[in-house]
């Protein structure tokens, strides 16, 4: 059974910094993609930035892209996000999420399995 659970959400200022975390189980081998999904308020789910969990290169939406670093740790099986440069636009309930059977990572509606989210909130 896979299991995704974040933490990290909060309250930043614009320009602050925060760093989210995905605590990963359950996965038994094979190639599998690793994302960060974001929900605004009023909106629909939007790809953040993701990873193949067989090779290196990441990958990121052009709202993000420069600002927001994903990366993982094999060693404790965790994905996290890097948020940089922070702006109010960037506020909504972030989610981990995992595939086997997406072609690509920005297949958000193809995605198997899911966390629970956490809040960022940007705002002075």
């Known amino acids: 059974q896979v299991q995704l659970v974040e933490s990290g959400g909060g309250l930043a200022q614009p320009g602050g910094s925060l760093r989210l975390s995905c605590a990963t189980s359950?996965?038994?081998?094979?190639?599998?993609?690793m994302s960060w999904v974001r929900q605004a308020p009023g909106k629909g789910r939007e790809w953040v930035a993701g990873?193949?969990?067989?090779?290196?290169?990441?990958y990121y939406a052009d709202s993000v892209k420069g600002r927001f670093t994903i990366s993982r740790d094999n060693a404790t099986n965790t994905l996290y996000l890097q948020m940089n440069n922070l702006k109010p636009e960037d506020t909504a309930l972030y989610y981990c999420?995992?595939?086997?059977?997406?072609?690509?990572?920005?297949?958000?509606?193809?995605?198997?399995?899911w966390g629970q989210g956490t809040q960022v909130t940007v705002s002075s």
């Open positions: 359950g996965f038994t081998g094979g190639r599998y993609g």
């Open positions: 999420a995992a595939t086997r059977r997406a072609a690509t990572l920005a297949t958000i509606q193809d995605y198997e399995f």
């Open positions: 990873l193949w969990n067989v090779w290196n290169p990441t």
